[in-house]
């Protein structure tokens, strides 16, 4: 088993819908949790960075942990065209060490 | 947020020759800078983990002679592909974390090599 499960999609959608993308882990050292976004041939940009369990929002994203279920999502209220790109999910038990990352979900938001 | 750059963007060579890809951290020093290799529609693969001034620790699979890291100051790693081969065609990227990012890596923008 993976320590780090995240449906490669693809997921399709109408602009302004609200997108949930998630990843499972089962690895309970994870202390951290991040979400990328990689635009085509581009390498990947930070979006979001948690720590512990419950929420965290910055705009239109939304990063959610619940440990005891290790299960993390990323909400995306009013989805735009832009936003269309692959999502990796990351997380990591020590600083200075990689980061496990999800295979990516690839989102397509349709004008 | 932290940037990476990295150099070159792209590069095209014949096999047989050594291309040189560096990773720059602009704005803070990278006490860690990890290197990745990514096929098209694929998720980042590690290759290797570089602490400044000491050896590269590389993943299983991967040829520590053929893929030389070096990483030589808090703000600049290099990966050299030497004797490259059509096979070692694809997106590399790197990525830098360091203590006051905390647990964070930021990337740089990745070069796309291709070995004729």
């Known amino acids: 088993q993976k320590e780090v499960e995240q449906d490669p999609g693809p997921l399709s959608v109408p602009e302004g819908a609200i997108v949930s993308l998630n990843c499972t882990y089962s690895?309970?050292?994870?202390?951290?949790f991040m979400w990328y976004r990689q635009y085509s041939r581009k390498g990947p940009e930070l979006l979001m960075y948690t720590y512990s369990s419950g929420n965290k929002e910055d705009g239109r994203f939304t990063a959610q942990v619940d440990k005891s279920s290790k299960y993390i999502s990323l909400f995306i209220r009013d989805s735009q065209p832009s936003d269309s790109a692959t999502y990796l999910c990351a997380m990591g038990s020590n600083s200075g060490y990689a980061l496990n990352f999800g295979k990516g979900t690839s989102l397509l938001v349709t004008p | 947020g932290a940037v990476v750059s990295q150099h070159p963007s792209r590069v095209i060579c014949k096999s047989g020759t050594s291309v040189k890809i560096e990773c720059r951290s602009l704005?803070?020093?990278?006490?860690?800078m990890f290197w990745y290799r990514q096929f098209p529609k694929k998720s980042l693969m590690l290759m290797a983990t570089?602490?400044?001034?000491?050896?590269?620790?590389?993943e299983q699979g991967v040829e520590k002679d053929k893929f030389l890291i070096n990483h030589a100051s808090l703000t600049l790693s290099t990966l050299t592909v030497t004797s490259a081969h059509p096979e070692d065609s694809s997106f590399y990227i790197c990525?830098?974390?360091?203590?006051?990012?905390?647990?964070?890596?930021?990337f740089g923008p990745g070069t796309r090599l291709l070995v004729l």
């Open positions: 570089s602490n400044e001034g000491s050896k590269a620790t590389y």
């Open positions: 690895n309970s050292a994870f202390q951290y």
């Open positions: 990525s830098a974390g360091g203590l006051a990012l905390q647990e964070t890596q930021y």
């Open positions: 704005d803070f020093q990278a006490t860690t």
